[in-house]
């Protein structure tokens, strides 16, 4: 690994690495059974930079912003060393955003150059609101020929030849602006610097190396925070291998791993639940002799692992559930939403540890990560080293909000002097989480202090930025919050959205105001929609500007209702 | 591309089997995700059986943003 306290920038730090392992193999894609692209760092370096020379062309230089939207791809990886290594800061958007939200948070970061998938440039350009766009280039990738692309530029065609010019960094200039959520009203960017990324990358890599040889499965987006230090700089860093599939259909997840002998992985729960039940499956389909045997040889692996995991011998006493991801897998890292621990326990006593940690953007990818020294289902782990955590306010349980200090803690919020000031206080960010240490060191989390629910699918929603949906909703007023939030379960389980509806005077509830509710609930993304509806008694608080005193209106609520009076959509 | 009336009943069919619901239980404008109580990932092996079945390969993104049968059925429809 390279000794990243000799480093300023990550464009540095990659630039050295490409040098250092130029044989190894860096990056693997594939396309459901196909390989697309095996590149070593030799010819990474071959193929970013003459696209750097052509960004430098194009008057791309220091702090200039450039916005990434694009699946998990060779292309996307390249484009961002590009980026750095011209100085530049990028601004990973998520591509399952609609085209309408793209074009927000394009505006909102001030991005001035774009690098983005066909398909998702079609629909942006479509979009009403792209005449408004500021942008000064975009790059295409995989556009048919002759396609027209409404003023963009083909990626594969826009190289130059001759040496680009290197512009490095200082630690504390900005490297990332990426979006925690909030795409509605308040878009929350967290700007991130190269102290944070290179800090962070030490962290975790202190406790879960890579090395050349080591491959690691990308699946979650690269635009998010775990991916990009994972699956991006943390590999390259080592000198080893990142590979990315372009589908998430199951079968082929399942068949990545067997094919190039996965080493990591990072899933959301949804995705390890989906493996277990696969697995779960298979062991039914065996005959009773088979089962019981497997079983037994379960049990015996769980009854030697209890203080530490033993690699070797778990992959021998089990080795066709080993095999069956191929073999060389060491661990899956997970978090950001509830994981039940009986998943994870699951896959422990398999041999196979599930690493379960706990992060948000603003403080870098993850705060604590299980150590397994011991393994613990029931923990989000320990402070990573280098992160300073704090629980805030404790209560008779020794439960408060946890806030973290550190070198990953992100600089601001972009253009939120405001939000900036509640969030970071002295130095401190305030999470919003509420969490609380056991005697072993290691945070337990209780559910939220802030009005956010986060997905099984590790996306973070903020009931404020889907109320617009239900505009004009025939009903005097309504609000939405997080269930949790509205009634504090001490877990975290059980996460969703509710619709309080107002009704007018006289008013009743009506099955036709049912229906539009459901049909405006389909138009969200499913993982944006509420979960049930609740109908309040007393009009709004409200603040002399008409806003929403969300809080107070959650203690009437919390007062007269509990969560069994939610009604199901 | 407006899906034909086969090709969604096909759909319709294989979802049924599938995830064995009773066929009468699923209408073309129906949510899957929670007509048939599914997750995305769920919904993407639903996707690989329709394209066994029609004989096509959709990208994943084609499959974004879609929750009911009929559109789905039009996204099919358009590979055919």
Redesign the interface.
Known sequence: MLNLDQYTCLGEALRDALDRWPNETCLIEADRDREKTRLTYSDFKEVALPLARALEDAEFGSDDRAAIIM?NQSKWLISAYAVFYRGGVLVPLDY?L?AAEHLQLLTHSKAKFLIVEY?LWRAIAQSPEFKNHKLKKVLVTEAPLGADLAGAHRWEDFRRKGDPGFIPREREDVACIVYSSGTGGRPKGCVLTHENYLEQCKSLTAWYPFWPGVRYLSILPTNHAIDFMVGFIGPFVCGACVVHL??????FVRDAFVRYKITYVALVP??LK?LERGLRAKFDELSAGKRFFLYRMIALNKALTRKQPKVGFSRKLLSQVHQGFGGELRAMFTGGAFVEPSTLQFFYDLGIPVANGYGLTEAGTSLTLNDLKPFRADTVGKPLPGVELRILNPDSDNIGEVAVHGKTVMSHYLDDPELTAQTIVDGWLVTGDLGRFDGNGHLQLFGRKKNMIVT??GKNIYPEDIENAFDGLPVKEYCIFAANYLWPAKSLGREMLVLLLRLEPNQEFADALKQEIILRN?RL??FKRVGGYLLCAKDFPRTASMKIKRNELAEDVRKVLGRAAVVEL | MTASKQTLEEILNLAAAHFKVPREKLTPDDDFFKTLGIDSLQALDLLTRLEHHFHIELPDYELQGVSDFRTLADRIQARL
């Open positions: 699946s399952k609609t398909y372009r589908t998430l259909r199951p079968e949804m995705i989906n099984e699918g389909r993304p499913d």
